[in-house]
């Protein structure tokens, strides 16, 4: 569960290098996203990536949202994975892929049978192609969507608009 | 300077994809876009050609290097064998700009597709359908209308725990002459590749 102790090293890896390691991934059952993905993160703008080791632009975009992110003060944006993975193979693909390539970000594993009623919960207007990205501005408030392979400047511009 | 314009023109390639990507999704009963596109075993197949000869079409956009469609290759093939029987014809669409036809042929024919395989250079009628992701599929009525868009089924990688065979239950309301009981379904899959 991420406690302080996650909220903390979640906002310090911000502004660190990205040779960080990666936390523990976390597993993430669909209805405790808002509580545990969202909540604990308001007072600051916040971008949910949501990607999969099989899917190549989401691995293709993470050192650009790596790179966005670090042009930011961790009190101001943080920035959280959802890995959508098979929660049977992701359990050691996920972490293994993060270390890999140091990506320092918090991230969760979707535990869910049907992926459906976890895209609805994020993202009524979401089809459930990825890579795709939700922002929320400092009080929780979904105010940003990214949709496909992102860069380093889509991601910059999309974070000071949840800034503003 | 140069910096400063490569970013201006990276900036613009993201957000022109967005649009796309976010183009409003064709609604049920809406009239789906016909299109006429060659098939990697040769020829071309009309959509207006299948609607006139058969009760319903399932269209179906598909990837050769995508694991999540990939893990719908037997399911796939099984329900094409199974339903171009009963009178519905099932046809595969590859938009992926980075997908050549010589591969998706030989993908589909590893695969045993039996129903046609159809090449979409420019990802032209990906954009008409606002199809977004693969695997996914449009179900059209033989005046033309859009009766089911959405997911194969609910999981990709465990076909033995499927319990919301969604595309399946679709097909076989229209065959019964009832209305399809869920008309919109959503799963996660690989964003097409754009050209």
């Known amino acids: ?53 099989w899917c190549e632009p989401c691995r293709e975009e993470l050192p650009a949202l790596v790179a966005a992110s670090q ?11 959802v890995s959508l993975d098979s929660y049977k193979t992701g359990r050691t693909a996920v972490p293994a892929f993060l270390e890999k390539q140091r990506i320092p970000f918090v991230c969760w594993l979707l535990k869910a049978h049907d992926a459906q009623p976890f895209i609805e919960l994020v993202d009524k207007s979401w089809d459930g192609a990825l890579p795709y990205s939700v922002l929320y501005d400092r009080k929780g408030k979904l105010v940003g969507r990214l949709s496909g392979k992102q860069t380093q400047s889509s991601f910059i511009e999309a974070i000071k608009k949840a800034l503003s | ?15 022109a994809a967005v649009p796309v990507a976010a183009a409003e ?34 269209v179906i956009f598909i990837a050769t290097r ?14 094409g064998k199974e339903y171009q029987a009963k009178g519905v014809a ?32 420019g990802n032209k009628v ?18 033309g209308a859009l009766l089911y868009h959405g997911r194969i089924d609910e999981t990709h990688d465990r076909p033995n725990d ?3 065979p969604d595309l399946r239950n679709a097909l076989e309301a229209i065959l019964a002459g009832k209305p399809v009981p869920a008309a919109e379904t959503k799963s996660f899959g690989c964003s097409i590749k754009r050209a």
């Not at chain 2, 910096?3 to 957000?15: G, K």
């Not at chain 2, 099932?90 to 980075?98: D, E, K, L, R």
């Not at chain 2, 990906?126 to 005046?143: C, G, H, Q, R």
């Open chain 2, 66 to 79: 995508c694991p999540y469609s990939n893990g719908y290759n037997a399911r796939m093939a099984a329900l």
């Open chain 2, 162 to 164: 499927v319990r919301s």
């Open chain 1, 71 to 81: 042009q930011f003060k961790s009190r101001d944006v943080a920035v959280v994975l």
């Open chain 2, 90 to 121: 099932v046809v595969g669409i590859n938009s992926n700009s980075t997908e050549p036809a010589d591969e998706v042929k030989e993908h589909a024919t590893k695969q045993g597709f039996t129903f046609p395989v159809l090449k979409d250079a």
């Open chain 1, 1 to 53: 569960m991420p406690g302080p102790l996650a909220l903390v090293a979640g906002g310090l890896l911000l502004g660190a290098s990205v040779a960080v390691a990666a936390e523990p991934v976390k597993q993430l059952l669909p209805k405790h996203y808002q509580a545990r993905v969202v909540a604990p993160r308001q007072g600051r703008a916040l971008l949910v990536n949501f990607w999969a080791t």
């Open chain 2, 1 to 15: 300077m140069k910096r400063f314009v490569s970013s201006i023109v990276l900036t613009l390639l993201a957000a």
């Open chain 2, 25 to 58: 999704a064709l609604k049920i009963g809406a009239p789906a876009p016909d299109f006429t596109l060659p098939s990697v075993a040769g020829g071309n197949v009309a959509l207006k050609d299948l609607l006139a000869k058969n009760k319903a079409v399932a």
């Open chain 2, 126 to 143: 990906a954009d008409l359908y606002s199809a977004n992701k693969t695997p996914e599929v449009f179900v059209i009525d033989p005046k």
